[in-house]
């Protein structure tokens, strides 16, 4: 039977972004620095001017949305998880941030044409119900010659192994609920290529995502992390990522919209 991915999880667990004994946590102490610093050298690559507009779909927790509006980017977020918008924007506020958060599906974006310079997908296209809709939601409200970042999960059996059966299904490495990924969901690299080009745009680079240690110790540290029910904080630790020429798994890249 195939599995059903679970996006209520980020209803349930709406106030827990920050928590350090939290898996959501983990986004933001291991993927963030990695995809932000990838993110500020593509922006500096296109010359982008600091005050931009930039959309962040499924902006979650809002960890790319307050990055970009630190420096000083006009961000609007939206996410389909209205307990999730409640917790950004309260922590936004508390931050003296100014970022526009919005209710609404990734396929459906409450926004005119070609509005917004950058629009970015951290984490979000595997876990939409219609892709080539949301790739063409994004290019519409993206302004011609605009950014599209972006990173997700390559389907193969590494990323099958790794992300579904050691980080989610096998009980003694498992560090997240069942079905917060679904290996159907996942984007092989050359299917998001022809989404771009079926939609205007086209892909500049990809970046892999990968672990800065040995995979086979990184699960030895998992198995003795919850053979001594160590501190949950303990994780981020074992499964810190670095960039990397390897898309194999996880991989994060651009693309740009045609110019008129």
């Keep these: 039977m195939t599995a059903t991915i679970n996006n209520l999880v980020y209803d349930e667990h709406s106030d827990q972004w920050r928590n350090q004994d939290s898996f959501l946590n983990l986004l933001d102490s291991v993927v963030q620095p990695v995809r932000f610093e990838y993110l500020q050298k593509c922006i500096q690559k296109q010359e982008m001017k600091q005050n931009a507009k930039v959309l962040d779909i499924g902006c979650g927790g809002g960890f790319m949305s307050e990055s970009l509006a630190q420096r000083g980017f006009s961000v609007a977020g939206i996410d389909q998880s209205q307990a999730t918008l409640e917790y950004a924007q309260s922590h936004a506020e508390k931050q003296g941030l100014d970022i526009d958060y919005c209710h609404a599906p990734a396929e459906s974006l409450p926004y005119s044409d070609e509005v917004f310079d950058l629009v970015c997908a951290c984490d979000v296209l595997e876990h939409v119900t219609d892709l080539e809709l ?17 990173d997700t999960v390559n ?25 917060v990924h679904v290996w159907s969901h996942f984007i092989k690299p050359k299917e ?5 080009r079926n939609n205007q745009m086209m892909v500049f680079d990809l970046k892999g995502i990968g672990p800065k240690t040995n995979p086979l110790a990184m699960v030895y540290k998992l198995f003795m992390h919850k053979l001594r029910n160590a501190p ?3 994780i981020a630790s074992i499964i810190q990522m670095k960039a990397t020429s390897d898309i194999s798994m996880h991989y994060m890249g651009y693309a740009k919209k045609k110019s008129k």
């Design 232 to 234: 949950y904080p303990e």
């Design 134 to 150: 949301t790739i063409k939601e994004a290019s519409r409200v993206l302004k011609p010659g605009g950014i599209f970042f972006f």
């Design 192 to 196: 998001l290529a022809s989404s771009f």
């Design 155 to 179: 389907r193969t059996l590494k990323s099958r192994i790794a992300l579904i059966d050691i980080a989610q299904n096998i009980s003694f490495t498992a560090f997240m609920p069942r079905d």
